[in-house]
């Protein structure tokens, strides 16, 4: 959807008889809705600037130029484009525009700058990565520019940035891939914008171009569907066995019935920690993606969507990759089946409510049900860790209903985590008392757990582990501040536990892919950066929320920290519905818990404030019967918990 089009010359009268600015805020209004002051004045600016660029005679007066394109399948809109051939080839040049008058590089985030924005310093995406994606995102999924060879040339203008001189943040050399993709023009630069038009646009088209990237159909490419491909390609960590082909092959068939009778379809897979959901929705989202269906993966939480979306790019450039994976706020006002097939992963996060303060859409199932032919939900009721996840089976069922969509239920139940041990999972559901099961004195014998009186020896062994494959972490329950100042210092010590001389810090937030970074072993994951994701061993320190007293185990929110929103409106819950509230909290602490404890592949190590706690672990664990059988991957081994037993 394009807000205003014209030809060069249309363009150039309606900036000078100042009815440009009017035009686009009429179509804003007619074609997406309400538009704020700032964006007026934005374009009243910008486009200033761009009249100065264009007032040339070479760049021909027929030419096309378009304002505002809304990217198909996302909310991004092009700034500006202008349309012409260069020679025989349809050529397109996409021009993000900033009015920002400075920046401040960030470390080890790629692609991100810090700047000024609504009256606050944020961090946002370099101005040429975000004009190089908007043109990846325009070949990837416009069925005309791929048929008909249009080519994009983006780049970016800054008519309000001064360069600071030597070491300009803006072209460090952190940036330059980008910066060669989409050349950056500043303050003082409009004739060298010019030129980098006229190289691509030198005959008009009368707006032909726009026209056909406007009406062109929304397919995946195959130069895209070739990178999936090859990055999945010999991947081990995305090979599928058992049950999960079973299920792949059923949601190929429901995306295949939905897409030809236009008809929406639910497919509900209920799986625990370490069923493999995440590497069968990966799997489905680059088959779906293969087979031409625009197809998005999505979750709450942001750390499994850049963790696999690294790991499925493997040494490729932050790129396209990232566009086929989203937050589950991202379809508030999406258009009734938009997508193909929405993949969701973690399900059982879902909120109602998006956006940064809650006030956006009425419910993330209900928008992603209503925005997709086929929805596919992942879920595991039992992963809910906060008071906002409302994700279930009974919501989802509630509203496929209400749209008229059949639901398949499946069940994932080969166990690919805790070395393959059903047992483990199930005794730890006894052992926090969340569920009596039968495997109350169960526990596999080739699974390594462990119980640590002191947090150091449990951080050295970590470590120690973690030299191997960089697959083993420390992660403790929100007990702690995540405190302001030291977020992006490692040596900053939040979670500190002083009888034992032990500090450590919460994971950076100058990093999105704790999980994966080589010295992330150095800082404490929390919930929010380990739930959908997994190690081979995992350190768990259990805080004061979790606690053994009178032969129960017991929660307490109090202990949690102040700056955790996990629990965020529980106070006022107490207030109303004390029993619920109540209820509410301690199902939270404890699926915290057990999520945490159920991450490692190997073994799972735990350090616990609370001394009777720690006893009640040594007791359990002592009562376990081992479960064995020797294969050739597992020798007799002795349980090294043993050692670090203390009475």
Known sequence: MIVYEATKSEFLSDVFEDQLVPNICNNYNTKIGKINESEVRSWDNSMQYMYRVLMDNEIPSDAGVAIEFKIPHTSRRVDFLISGKEDTTNSVVVVELKQWESIKKVDNKEAVVETLINRGIRETTHPSYQAWSYAALIKDYNENVQNENIEIYPCAYLHNYITPGVNDPLTDEVYQYYIDQAPIFIKGNAGKLRDFIKRYIKFGDNKETLYKIESGRIRPSKSLQDSLNNMLKGNQEFIMIDDQKVVYETALQLAKDAVRSNKKHVLVVQGGPGTGKSVLAINLLVEMTNR??????????????????????????????????????????????????????????????????????????????????????????????????????????????????????????????????????????????????????????????????????????????????????????????????????????????????????????????????????????????????????????????????????????????????????????????????KRLADEIIRNTYRTLMTRGQKGCFVYCTDKELERYLEKRFTETQFEYKENEFFKPVTSVAENNREY
């Not at 995540?482 to 977020?487: A, C, L, M, S, V």
Request: proline share 2%; aromatic share 10%.
């Open 292 to 581: 031409s269906l625009v197809s998005q993966y999505v979750t709450k939480n942001a750390a499994p969507r850049k963790i696999y979306a690294n790991k499925l790019k493997q040494d490729y450039r932050k790129g396209h990759i990232d566009n086929l994976f989203k937050g589950s706020g991202s379809y508030v006002n999406a258009p009734e089946n938009e997508f193909d097939v929405l993949i969701v992963d973690e399900a059982h996060r879902l909120n109602e409510k998006s956006g940064m303060f809650q006030n956006l859409g009425e419910n993330q199932i209900k928008e992603i049900i209503s925005a997709s032919k086929l929805s596919i939900f992942f879920i595991d009721e039992r992963q809910r860790v906060t008071l906002k996840d409302v994700g279930s089976i009974g919501m989802i069922e509630k509203f496929a209903m209400e749209h008229g969509a059949p639901v398949t239920r499946m069940n994932l139940e080969s166990q690919f985590r805790c070395n393959g041990s059903d047992g483990y999972l199930a005794w730890i559901d006894d052992v926090l008392q969340i569920r009596e099961t039968a495997n109350a004195n169960h526990i596999a014998n080739n699974y390594d757990f462990r119980i640590y009186s002191d947090p150091n020896e449990l951080r050295c062994e970590i470590e120690k582990l973690n030299r191997v494959k960089n697959k083993s972490r420390l992660v403790a329950g929100y007990c702690w501040d995540w405190i302001k100042e030291g977020k992006s210092k490692s040596n900053y010590h939040d979670i500190v536990l002083p009888e034992h001389g032990f500090g450590m810090s919460w994971n950076l937030d100058s990093s999105e892919t704790w999980a994966i970074d080589p010295e992330s072993v150095n800082e404490v994951g929390c919930i929010h950066t380990c739930q959908g994701l997994e190690f081979d061993y995992v350190g768990v320190i259990i805080g004061d929320d979790l606690i053994y007293r009178d032969q129960e185990i017991k929660t307490d929110y109090n202990q949690r920290a102040k700056t955790d929103s996990s629990l965020k409106g529980i106070k006022k819950m107490m207030k109303e519905n004390p029993e619920e509230a």
